[in-house]
């Protein structure tokens, strides 16, 4: 009896080693894929900072989507901080290597005579993206009709209200005393504000202004984009420390941008849509293809990502004309057209 006990006992301490080698080949066997995949290690964490989430920024998501940030070495990680000011906070405070937002800030910082400021290396978007919104629809739509009303605009020295205010003063309104600008909304909420019965008109990014139509809410009457002109309304940037320490990852980050704005150049809405719904899961891949459609109807994205010195300059009239510039700025000191001559070179394009 006792040797048939100790035979069982035997027979399962072999079973357990036979089930502990199992487990450790197991192991053995996962670990060693997991280190030949180096999908991850051997890419550059890149922290890009977006001033919002918007289908304005079509070329960004789909350079994301499709992967050309990986090919180039990037794991860009994308956080939104909902305002150009903490978009340039966290540049400054070293909480995102890149920021993205109205190149407006970059001259703020270097007005305030901070010496490690922030340079512009490639500009996405040539025109406004926002869109004033009304509450009915209106075909004979003037932009005198705003004379008396309350317009839900944007923060004082950014990009899109000053835009908003050069617009006003084209049509000889004046901003302060001939109608009623609220602006003291986060941005963002502004749209949930006006369903909520504030003001007579909104200044809306997509896919808000789509969508304040779609629940019959408002009516989109002009495009800001188009009634100012071609403005350098949003650019990336680093700071002049990163810009020095960093040239691969930022020729490598803008090669990837412009796979995204060729694909955008050459692809209709509705195969662009497909490819950055995943990036606004809440909205129909049908409302994103009609507001990618709006958008190249006004020539929103150019062919490159070039921020050109006439650009820079009429960014700067504007500035001056709202009182948020006191002298001009040398292109040169915070413009780089390097990087984004280079990805044309590098994806086959004259530059």
Known sequence: MKLIETNGLHKSFKTYRQLFGYILLLLFITTTFLGCDSTNSSLKKVTLNEVAHSIFYAPQYVAYELGYFKEEGIDLVIETGFGADKVMTALVSGN???GFMGSESSIYVYQEG????AINFAQLTQRAGNFLVGREENKDFTWEDL???????GREGGMPQM?????LKKHNINPTTDLTMVQNIDFG???????????DYTVEFEPHATSLEEQGKGYVLDSLGV???????TAYCVQKSYLAENQETIQAFTNALQKGMDYVNEHSPEEIATVIAPQFPETKIETIATIINRYKNQDTWGTDLMFKEESFQLLQDILKESGQLKENIPYDVLITTEFAKQAMKNN???P
């Open 227 to 233: 009634e100012s002109g071609y403005v350098p309304y």
């Open 348 to 350: 086959n394009k004259t």
């Open 189 to 199: 909420s502004t749209a949930a504000a006006f369903i909520g019965g504030k003001g």
């Open 114 to 117: 901070k010496e490690d400021y």
């Open 96 to 98: 995102a290597d890149i």
């Open 147 to 153: 004379k008396g009303s309350t317009v839900l605009g």
């Open 163 to 167: 835009v908003f205010e050069y617009i």
